[in-house]
């Protein structure tokens, strides 16, 4: 399985971004897509995740401003957030696992978000 995540940039506070995370290989069904991110001299952080199910699940940083989707038919992964501060710079990383047999999990590698104030 590989991960390819697109829509990071620099974005001025107050704004708006939306992240894509395209998922390519086989056994894609069944599996917990989600979204992370590592600000510098942080630990990484979960932001939230949804299953292929459809059964969404946030983290507690960007709650309220932040909207996660799924689009199955595409293998993609969505990531809207508003209301952006200097404190969401980080590195933004997609995320799939899969927790019945064949068991996986697997990281993109990541996409720059900065924040300018």
């Known amino acids: 399985v590989q991960l390819q995540a697109s829509g990071g940039g620099l974005v001025q506070a107050g704004g708006s971004l939306r992240l894509s995370c395209a998922a390519s290989?086989?056994?894609?069904?069944?599996?917990?897509m989600g979204w992370y991110r590592q600000a510098p001299g942080k630990q990484r952080e979960f932001i939230g995740s949804v299953t292929s199910g459809g059964i969404i699940d946030y983290g507690d940083s960007v709650k309220g401003r932040s909207t996660i989707s799924r689009n199955n038919a595409k293998n993609t992964l969505y990531l809207e957030m508003n209301s952006l501060k200097p404190e969401d710079t980080a590195v933004y990383y997609c995320?799939?696992?899969?927790?019945?047999?064949?068991?996986?999990?697997?990281w993109g590698p990541g996409t720059q978000v900065t924040v300018s104030s």
């Open positions: 995320n799939i696992k899969r927790r019945v047999t064949p068991t996986y999990n697997f």
């Open positions: 290989g086989s056994m894609l069904g069944s599996s917990i």
